[in-house]
Protein backbone atom coordinates (compact mmCIF):
# COMPACT_ATOMS: atom_id res chain seq x y z
CA UNK A 1 0.00 0.00 0.00
CA UNK A 2 1.54 3.24 -0.95
CA UNK A 3 2.38 5.48 2.22
CA UNK A 4 2.02 9.31 2.56
CA UNK A 5 3.19 11.60 5.18
CA UNK A 6 1.49 13.26 7.94
CA UNK A 7 1.98 17.04 9.35
CA UNK A 8 3.91 15.60 11.89
CA UNK A 9 5.91 13.60 9.53
CA UNK A 10 5.36 10.32 10.55
CA UNK A 11 4.32 7.80 7.30
CA UNK A 12 0.02 6.85 6.88
CA UNK A 13 -1.48 4.75 4.28
CA UNK A 14 -2.69 6.60 1.27
CA UNK A 15 -6.44 7.23 1.81
CA UNK A 16 -8.06 6.76 -1.76
CA UNK A 17 -11.69 6.92 -2.06
CA UNK A 18 -13.90 4.40 -3.56
CA UNK A 19 -14.58 7.23 -6.78
CA UNK A 20 -10.71 6.86 -7.20
CA UNK A 21 -10.31 3.02 -7.20
CA UNK A 22 -12.91 3.49 -10.05
CA UNK A 23 -15.91 1.55 -8.02
CA UNK A 24 -19.23 3.52 -7.79
CA UNK A 25 -22.14 3.11 -5.44
CA UNK A 26 -24.13 0.91 -6.85
CA UNK A 27 -21.06 -1.81 -7.37
CA UNK A 28 -19.51 -1.24 -3.70
CA UNK A 29 -23.11 -2.41 -2.99
CA UNK A 30 -22.94 -5.33 -5.90
CA UNK A 31 -18.94 -6.62 -4.25
CA UNK A 32 -20.51 -6.32 -0.60
CA UNK A 33 -23.54 -8.16 -1.23
CA UNK A 34 -21.41 -10.87 -3.17
CA UNK A 35 -19.62 -11.09 -0.11
CA UNK A 36 -21.97 -11.53 2.69
CA UNK A 37 -23.97 -14.33 0.74
CA UNK A 38 -21.05 -16.20 -0.30
CA UNK A 39 -20.86 -16.50 -3.93
CA UNK A 40 -17.39 -15.87 -4.31
CA UNK A 41 -14.47 -18.36 -4.21
CA UNK A 42 -12.21 -18.63 -1.78
CA UNK A 43 -9.26 -17.84 -4.16
CA UNK A 44 -10.80 -14.56 -5.49
CA UNK A 45 -10.98 -13.82 -1.97
CA UNK A 46 -7.82 -14.40 -1.10
CA UNK A 47 -6.64 -12.59 -4.06
CA UNK A 48 -7.90 -9.59 -3.22
CA UNK A 49 -6.45 -9.97 -0.01
CA UNK A 50 -2.85 -9.63 -2.07
CA UNK A 51 -1.56 -6.57 -0.58
CA UNK A 52 -2.97 -6.98 2.69
CA UNK A 53 -2.17 -10.16 4.16
CA UNK A 54 -1.04 -8.00 7.66
CA UNK A 55 -4.98 -7.37 8.13
CA UNK A 56 -6.12 -10.11 5.60
CA UNK A 57 -8.60 -11.60 8.47
CA UNK A 58 -10.01 -9.06 9.79
CA UNK A 59 -10.97 -7.83 6.36
CA UNK A 60 -12.50 -11.05 5.59
CA UNK A 61 -14.27 -11.00 8.81
CA UNK A 62 -15.89 -7.50 7.93
CA UNK A 63 -16.94 -8.29 4.60
CA UNK A 64 -18.59 -11.44 4.87
CA UNK A 65 -20.28 -10.49 7.86
CA UNK A 66 -20.72 -6.98 7.29
CA UNK A 67 -19.07 -6.10 10.54
CA UNK A 68 -17.80 -2.31 11.38
CA UNK A 69 -14.31 -1.67 12.65
CA UNK A 70 -16.22 -0.43 15.87
CA UNK A 71 -18.06 -3.93 15.92
CA UNK A 72 -14.42 -5.94 15.72
CA UNK A 73 -12.94 -3.57 18.44
CA UNK A 74 -15.87 -4.74 20.67
CA UNK A 75 -15.25 -8.64 19.98
CA UNK A 76 -11.51 -8.19 20.44
CA UNK A 77 -12.00 -6.40 24.17
CA UNK A 78 -14.59 -9.57 24.60
CA UNK A 79 -11.93 -11.61 23.97
CA UNK A 80 -13.64 -13.15 20.59
CA UNK A 81 -10.69 -12.45 18.44
CA UNK A 82 -7.00 -11.08 18.18
CA UNK A 83 -6.81 -7.53 18.18
CA UNK A 84 -7.15 -5.63 14.56
CA UNK A 85 -3.47 -4.34 13.72
CA UNK A 86 -4.51 -0.84 12.41
CA UNK A 87 -5.92 1.43 13.57
CA UNK A 88 -9.78 2.54 12.24
CA UNK A 89 -9.25 4.94 9.53
CA UNK A 90 -6.12 2.56 7.99
CA UNK A 91 -8.60 -0.49 8.39
CA UNK A 92 -11.42 1.30 6.06
CA UNK A 93 -8.58 2.54 3.96
CA UNK A 94 -7.17 -1.29 3.97
CA UNK A 95 -10.65 -2.16 3.12
CA UNK A 96 -11.26 -0.02 0.24
CA UNK A 97 -8.38 -1.51 -1.26
CA UNK A 98 -9.72 -4.90 -0.93
CA UNK A 99 -12.67 -4.16 -3.05
CA UNK A 100 -11.15 -2.49 -5.35
CA UNK A 101 -8.81 -5.57 -5.60
CA UNK A 102 -11.77 -8.42 -5.57
CA UNK A 103 -13.59 -5.63 -8.94
CA UNK A 104 -10.08 -6.08 -10.54
CA UNK A 105 -10.12 -9.73 -10.04
CA UNK A 106 -13.66 -10.29 -10.99
CA UNK A 107 -13.21 -8.32 -14.25
CA UNK A 108 -10.04 -9.51 -14.91
CA UNK A 109 -11.89 -13.37 -14.55
CA UNK A 110 -15.25 -11.70 -16.59
CA UNK A 111 -17.25 -13.03 -13.39
Known sequence: MSKGKRKNGTNTMQRRSYAEYGIGRQRLEELQSGCRTGIYPPEILKAACRGLEAISPWILLSVRQGKSFDTLAVRWELGEIEKPPFCRTDFYSCRRRFFANL????????A
Open 103 to 110: DKELKERG
